[in-house]
């Protein structure tokens, strides 16, 4: 390694260490922060210039995340997700019954929609419909984190991840559905088989809800606004499978949305993670100052396009650093690699799917799982680290073998 490429190198490390541990030791910076000083610091070290900087932003992804996260803010503010939930957990009769309508529905709604959210909106309503059956809310909401990640694999708009693979390795909505959705569906079957068993004497209670949940009201839809709202995505999930830009058309479709709802934009702006598009848009920067010194050659001969391409260890690299630094940055890594993987679409699939599995492993895993943890938290509801690895370690090693056995 010479002088040169020694400064944006050490950025890079020290940027990700940042990520790694959540924060920078010292000074008080979050994980947007160091993404962001880390940016900076490649412009201001040199390694870019700030054209450069500019260019290595990938806008096509994150003007697909920011319509999306408009367009969910939408449905959420009109009621309909939360009157939805309330109306299928009042059909459940049993404890599995809860367990399994917890899993499918999460999973169902994160393979379309960002599944942080997803989490966001149903970990109260699944708190209060387990208080109002006589159960354990643990396993639920275990069900509720674990399925959002499993199911988010499914489709590009399922997660930001994937969002970022489906740039890098241009994969159409349909193909990216096609490949992803069987293991996704069967990933959700072995979430509900090992929860179901781990906690079959907590879920032994047969008691149906005689009434809404006790302190969660009953969820107003705001007919007008939903039907707006649902109409529009639909249209703009049409617009997903007949293959048009899906940043352009998930930036039209949340316009359009903002032009016709009557729900004050204040909410909605509030409901969109700017931090997140902040971090993503300081990553893309620092990933493309390393790249510069072509470390991502010396790294794919050292180990060999062939070794890092098989499925096994290319997933067994990509749940490791998806546990170290969190499964975005750690796909943002893959991106100056790809073109050296072989621009392989199995590759990239693998990639997406194993990145979004490994979400499962830890309760630091995913975002998905601490916004579950923190509601449950709040509510007088407590997962331990040693709770979620229970059934996050089976979890998370079937799902990946699927995802290997089908990529083969």
Known sequence: MNATAALPLAIFAVTYLGLALGKLPIVRVDRCGVALIGAVAMVVSGTLTQREAIDSIDFHTLALLLGMM?????????????????????????????????????????AFFVNDVICLVLAPIVVEVAAEAGLSAVPLLLGLATASNVGSAATITGNPQNMIVAGFAHLGYINFLTHLAPGAVAGLVIDFAIIAWIYRRTLRGHRRPASPPHGEPVIELQWTAAAKAVVITVGALVCFALGFPTGLVALSAAALMLLVQNIRPDLVYAQVDWTMLLMFAGLFVVVRGAAQTGFQKDLIHGVGVQRLTHPAVLAATVTALSNLVSNVPAVLLFRPLFPLLGNSQRVALLIAAVSTYAGNLTLLGSIANLIVVENARRRGVMIGFQEHLLAGIPITVLTIAIAVALAR
Do not use: D, K, Y
């Open 70 to 110: 408009i367009i969910v803010a939408n449905l959420r503010l009109s009621g309909i997700f939360g009157w939805l939930a309330q109306r299928i957990f009042g059909r459940a009769h049993s404890g599995l019954q809860l367990l399994a309508t917890t899993i499918a529905l999460s999973g169902i709604l994160a």
